[in-house]
């Protein structure tokens, strides 16, 4: 390459279109964006499964939404509150709330045993309520580490210019800024929110994985792809080149890039691990109370 060339765009290696939502518990009506039963888990290492709740109205509730004790093993939760807020209670003893701009990085390892609701707060108030989860793997190593809770609030966020685009950096090193959260591998979150019509131009680790989901609005990706709302690009790891990003008037997207793990990966419900032997395993553990329980009458 010529000096002062620009390197060429990375290819697209899938747009997965948005798809049809459903109730996760009474309180997340969420799209899959992906996960290993619709895309090849190596192609998404180490990220493993994404769900998005588009913005919605909740009407004010007595009772609390959202979803009841159950488990997890062998990766980590984190979710992204961008309206309303949640609570989350485990059986290690972690929890709190999040609320417009937080976000909970919860690692399950060994197992935890928890609960995921609306706040009372804001059931009470009702509102508008958008949240994105996100699940990333851990290497075998890590599996049955001891669990932890990160809870990174906004403040804490790294903000960044990148073009036109005003970024948040959750994870990663990125723009000169280092992201708050601890992560067991190389990975890199951050948002970018386009408040006038422009474009952001950025590149990533060669050989490293690259997802970029549309939270809201619409872009041009890459010169060619036309992405809408609920939109997600899978970049081809291969090819390694520039990410470029043109966005209309208030578009935001969600951009994951880490490092593959190169590990087998076998999901099984909320359990993530390498082998079918070990899903059973965690099956075992967790009715027989290995990953604890909830206290009661909270
Ligand atoms: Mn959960």
Redesign the pocket.
């Known amino acids: 390459m010529k000096r002062g060339e620009k390197q060429s765009l990375q290819p697209v290696t899938a747009l997965v279109r948005s798809r049809e939502k459903h109730w996760v518990g009474d309180g997340f009506f969420v799209s899959t964006v992906f996960s290993p039963s619709q895309l090849d888990p190596q192609l998404l290492s180490p990220f493993v499964l994404m769900d998005h709740a588009a913005p919605r109205t909740f009407e004010p509730s007595l009772g609390r939404r959202g979803?009841g004790e159950?488990p997890?093993r062998g990766f980590e939760?984190v979710t992204f509150a961008y309206a309303g807020e949640i609570e989350h209670r485990d059986s290690s003893g972690g929890g709190g709330r999040i609320g417009p701009g937080d976000v909970q990085w919860m690692t399950a390892a060994s197992g935890v045993v928890?609960e995921?609701m609306h706040s009372q707060d804001f059931s009470a108030r009702g509102g508008v309520f958008e949240m994105v989860?996100l699940w990333v793997n851990l290497p075998a190593r890590l599996k049955m580490s001891a669990p932890r809770y990160q809870a990174i609030t906004h403040d804490r966020i790294a903000g960044f210019r990148l073009g036109d685009a005003a970024g948040r950096l959750v994870a990663g090193r990125f723009a000169g800024v280092e992201g708050p959260a601890q992560t067991h591998t190389p990975i890199t979150v951050f948002d970018l929110q386009f408040e006038a019509a422009g474009t952001a131009d950025f590149e990533l680790e060669p050989g490293s994985t690259t997802l970029v989901f549309q939270l809201r609005g619409a872009m041009r990706a890459q010169d060619v792809t036309r992405v809408s709302q609920g939109d997600l690009l899978l970049l081809d790891r291969d090819r390694p080149g520039r990410v470029k990003l043109q966005a209309e008037a208030g578009a935001r997207a969600l951009v994951l890039n880490g490092e593959p793990l190169g590990e087998p990966v076998v999901a099984h419900g909320?359990f993530v691990m390498n082998t079918r032997e070990q899903i059973v395993q965690a099956m075992h553990d967790y009715q027989s109370g290995k990953m604890g329980h909830l206290d009661r009458g909270v």
Do not use: G, K, S, W
């Open positions: 979803v159950h997890h939760t928890h995921e989860q909320p």
